[in-house]
């Protein structure tokens, strides 16, 4: 299992998952969803294409030119902490993973929640949610926001009271997750900036097994492959609004917004983590 450092680090889905499953920091502050915040910030260098210094918390990467070929390092000693905090509508908001790129604005950004237990109150987490994203979206309309829900799958049974659990006794999925779940697909799919501000870009829910002999595994069959908050469509409608917000209509300004390609003889792949998704290289 992966050891909680503060700095970010580049790391698998299923290691930060399994710290926020086991949740070693005893959920206290944010030692148990933090690595993954390091596994967004991290993605979105080696897949995405932005470059290390945009983004917040700052990733654990150099990238070097070289015969004009650009080439990715991997450098723990480079990896950064924190949260930004942006301008919103009514008041100001630390997001967990921001891109900003000099002289635009913030362009986008990921917003983390994880719930260990006490699932009835993910009401509160509804409402939460949609404010978020319209404090935000009222300062920054072309933003692209990503909203990015975990929850531990805990199985009715010794010590876990169906208040608390995800799975009841028979492994269907407990009604208030369902119902929350259909809310949260109301909540994404924006495109144009000029669409809802009470929607984001993208959104995820996804629940982590915390049992033995897998704890931070997926808990298969929910949500379903077909559902709009699947984890397999977020980071491709993340870069999708992206691309067609910032650099297909201001092609005077692409140098600057246009997602990078790594060369595929960079360093950091050559002693890579076994990654959920594919590096972002080719031709430079």
């Known amino acids: 299992m992966a050891v909680e450092t503060q700095a970010c680090r580049w790391i698998t889905l299923h290691e930060a998952l399994a710290v926020f499953a086991l949740n070693p920091s005893g959920h206290q502050g944010q030692g148990h ?27 654990p990467f150099r990238v070097v ?40 604005r913030p362009v986008l950004a990921v917003s983390m929640k994880g719930s260990l237990s006490a699932f009835r109150n993910l009401t509160n987490r509804m409402e939460e949610a949609i404010g978020d994203c319209t404090n935000v979206h009222i ?59 009470t929607k984001y870009e993208a959104v995820s829910l996804i629940l982590v097994n915390p049992e033995p002999p897998a704890p931070g595994s997926l808990h298969p069959g929910f949500p379903p492959a077909e559902s709009a908050l699947a984890l397999s469509r ?31 003889a960079s360093p950091a792949f050559v002693d890579a983590p076994v990654l959920d998704y594919a590096p972002r290289v080719g031709p430079t």
């Open 234 to 264: 977020f980071f491709p409608s993340m870069y999708r609004a992206y691309d067609l917000r910032f650099v297909y209509p201001a092609p005077s300004i692409a140098s600057l917004t246009r997602r990078q390609v790594w060369d595929e």
């Open 139 to 197: 300062a920054y309309p072309a933003l692209v926001y990503g909203f990015f829900h975990v929850l531990r799958a805990s199985k009715v049974g010794a010590g876990v009271r169906a208040s608390d659990a995800c799975v009841l006794a028979d492994g269907a999925i407990a009604e208030p997750i369902t119902r929350y779940h259909d809310v949260l697909t109301r909540l994404e799919d924006r495109i144009d900036l000029r669409n809802e501000v």
């Open 65 to 104: 030119t070289q015969g004009g070929k650009r080439l990715l390092n991997y450098d723990p000693a480079t990896g950064g902490t924190g949260e930004r905090t942006v301008l919103g509508g009514l008041r100001t908001k630390a997001i967990d993973v921001v891109v900003t790129k000099e002289g635009v």
């Open 33 to 59: 969803i933090r690595p993954l915040h390091h596994y967004v910030a991290s993605r979105l260098v080696v897949e995405g294409g932005f470059e290390p210094d945009e983004i917040t918390p700052r990733p």
